[in-house]
Every structure is written in structure tokens, then in C-alpha cells.
């Protein structure tokens, strides 16, 4: 008696629920929330670079004050080799080098180029 009374609940309740398409998002819809997530949110991740030369281990900071970013880039392995950026500037430190600022949006050296780029403006060259 129970499971008829459980199945007439179920079904009741699904004839209540209004029936939700689950539309998945497309993948420019997640790559520019991608986007937008690294350039807002507070994180650090820690990542491997694998190239001819070798394998570099590097950690990645990245905050938010004021909407200014603040971001660093650290190589974990060798001589110390670090990026900070401070708003739109972005500050390189290495050993036995003077260090030197440029202006920026973002640090380049050693991060994958998708994590930056203009999915609006990269969307006419995608094959549909």
C-alpha cells in the first residue's frame, strides 16, 4: 500500500512541476564566463609548463581591490623568476636582471592564451 501511495505522490508531484528544458550552454557561452571569472574573482592555481627545455613548475595568484587587478606569477623551480601586476602595470623581478615594468592588461609569460582572449571578437573565424 505504501508504493502505491509513494507512485501517486510521484506522479502527482510531477504533473505540479512545471516541465524546464535544460539548455546546455555553448561553449562560447562557458569560455567568455571563463573570462570573465579570471578577470574578477580571487584565486591561485599552481600549473606545469611542459617544453623542450623542460618541465616549469609555476604558482598563479589573482585578487581583486578597487576593480584593479593584483596578480603574481612565480616560478616554483630554479632561479626566482616573478611577475606581479598592479593595475596596468606589470612588474617583472629575476635574478642577476634589473627589474622593469610595462603596461598591460594582463601577464602573458607562461599562461595558456585562451584564459585572455576576445571570444566576441574571435566568434566570426569559428567554423559553425
Not at 617583472?92 to 594582463?106: A, C, M, N, S, V
Request: glycine share 6%.
Amino acid at each position: 500500500m505504501k508504493q502505491i501511495w509513494f507512485a501517486v505522490c510521484l506522479m502527482t508531484g510531477s504533473l505540479l512541476t512545471p516541465a524546464i528544458a535544460s539548455a546546455e550552454p555553448t561553449a562560447e557561452a562557458l569560455l567568455q564566463e571563463m573570462n570573465k571569472a579570471t578577470l574578477s574573482l580571487n584565486y591561485e592555481i599552481a600549473f606545469i609548463s611542459i617544453t623542450k627545455q623542460g618541465i616549469d613548475s609555476y604558482r598563479y595568484r589573482h585578487a581583486t581591490s578597487n576593480h584593479s587587478p593584483l596578480a603574481q606569477l612565480v616560478l616554483m623551480d630554479g632561479p626566482r623568476r616573478e611577475i606581479v601586476q598592479r593595475g596596468k602595470g606589470i612588474s617583472y623581478f629575476e635574478t642577476g636582471l634589473q627589474p622593469f615594468t610595462l603596461d598591460g592588461d594582463h601577464i602573458v609569460d607562461s599562461l595558456p592564451g585562451i584564459v585572455f582572449s576576445d571570444f566576441a571578437r574571435l566568434t566570426k573565424y569559428w567554423l559553425c
